[in-house]
C-alpha cells in the first residue's frame, strides 16, 4: 500500500484536472460532447477521490490522535467531513448561478490545487509508525515540515518526471 501523504499528493492533482474536464466540457457546442465530457470527468474524479481523499483522512485521523482522546478526535473528524459536505452542497447552486458551470467547476479546480500546497507543507506522514514514533513525528515543528515539504517538490521532479533515482532525504530518526 501507498504511504497516505503520497495518495493525497498523487490524487489532488489528478482530481484538479478532472475538475478542469468537465468545466471545459460546458463550452462544447454539440450536446452529446457536453454529456461525454462530464461523464468522462466525474468518472475519472471518481477514481481518484476513492484511494485518496476518501478514505485518507478517515485512516489519517485514526492514526493521528493520541489513544485517550481517539474517539473524540474521529467524532471531530467526521464532523468536519460532514460539515463541508454541507457547505458544498449549499453553495453549489450559487456558484452556478454567479460563475456558470465552468467558473464553479473551476473554483473546485483552484481548491484542489491549494490543498496540495498545504498537504505538501503540513501533513506528516503516519504509516507504518508506531504510537512512539507518531510522538515524534508529530513533534517536528511545522516550520521544519513545511521546509522538508518544498525539498519534495525537486526530488518528486527528478523521480517521476525525469525517472532518475534520487535519495529520499529522512525527516524523522527512529530508534
Not at 92 to 104: D, I, N, T, Y
Not at 145 to 163: D, E, N, W
Request: hydrophobic share 45%; glycine share 8%.
Amino acid at each position: 500500500t501507498y504511504e497516505r501523504r503520497n495518495l493525497l499528493l498523487f490524487t489532488f492533482p489528478c482530481m484538479a484536472i478532472c475538475l478542469l474536464i468537465v468545466g471545459f466540457s460546458f463550452w462544447g457546442t454539440s450536446e452529446t460532447g457536453r454529456v461525454t465530457g462530464v461523464s468522462i470527468g466525474i468518472y475519472l474524479f471518481a477514481i481518484f477521490y476513492s484511494p485518496g481523499e476518501g478514505p485518507v483522512p478517515f485512516t489519517y485521523s485514526a492514526e493521528a490522535f493520541p489513544l485517550y482522546i481517539c474517539d473524540i478526535g474521529m467524532s471531530f473528524a467526521t464532523a468536519t467531513t460532514w460539515f463541508w459536505n454541507f457547505i458544498l452542497s449549499i453553495t453549489w447552486p450559487s456558484l452556478v448561478l454567479a460563475f456558470k458551470q465552468q467558473g464553479a467547476f473551476g473554483w473546485y479546480t483552484a481548491w484542489c490545487c491549494i490543498l496540495w500546497v498545504l498537504i505538501l507543507l503540513f501533513v506528516h506522514e503516519t504509516k507504518g509508525k508506531t504510537l512512539e514514533e507518531l510522538d515524534q513525528v508529530f513533534t517536528v515543528p511545522l516550520g521544519t515540515h513545511a521546509a522538508y515539504g518544498l525539498r519534495q517538490i525537486p526530488y518528486g521532479i527528478k523521480k517521476f518526471v525525469s525517472f532518475q533515482n534520487p535519495t529520499p532525504e529522512q525527516l524523522y530518526e527512529f530508534e
